[in-house]
């Protein structure tokens, strides 16, 4: 595994994720861990446009939808 380090952190910064880390329980790196491990697994607002798209395209003509009501209304 590799380390990073994180230069000029202000102190009103550090501090704040000092505390977020003792809120929750765990040491400043064990929260910075974490923060980083589920930022690096959300995909991005432009992966979520892409997979949106490639899920949801249709390629239906409106004879396609009308004949389907047709057909349905026959059936009923």
């Known amino acids: 595994m590799a380390a990073i380090t994180i230069r000029d952190v ?3 910064t550090l501090e704040a994720l000092k ?3 003792a809120q929750t329980g765990r040491s400043l790196q064990a929260y910075l861990l974490d923060l ?3 930022d690096a ?3 991005s607002l432009a ?3 892409a997979r949106l798209d490639r899920e949801t ?3 239906l003509a409106t004879s396609d939808i009308l004949a389907a009501i ?3 209304r026959e059936r009923g």
């Open 10 to 12: 202000s102190d009103p």
């Open 19 to 21: 505390l977020k880390a």
């Open 36 to 38: 980083v491990t589920r």
């Open 41 to 43: 697994r959300t995909p």
């Open 47 to 49: 992966d979520m446009a």
């Open 57 to 59: 395209h249709v390629d």
């Open 70 to 72: 047709d057909e349905g």
